[in-house]
């Protein structure tokens, strides 16, 4: 004697469930993929933002103010030059 497995709207029980958990499988691999999407664009402009930053604090101080320190000194000797000539 052979046992028919349950069923539901005609469809036997076993494979409902079957259906239903890769159903629910497939849909929360896309529902994840989304927030983890959303989360690393959050993540990558944070990191973006601080990354600016230090560069921009690193150009300042490695380029920019030598820079100008260096165009000051210029100036002061230009300035000494054109007293000297009268």
Known sequence: PSADPP???GFPVPTVLLVLGVAS???????SRV????????????AERRL????????QRLV????????????QTWEGLRRARG
Do not use: K, T
């Open 7 to 9: 069923s539901w709207q």
């Open 25 to 31: 499988g497939v849909l929360l691999a896309l529902f």
């Open 35 to 46: 927030l983890i999407a959303v989360g690393s664009r959050a993540r990558a402009r944070r």
């Open 52 to 59: 600016r930053a230090a560069v921009a604090e690193v150009a």
């Open 64 to 75: 920019v103010d030598p820079v100008d320190a260096e165009l000051a000194a210029h100036r």
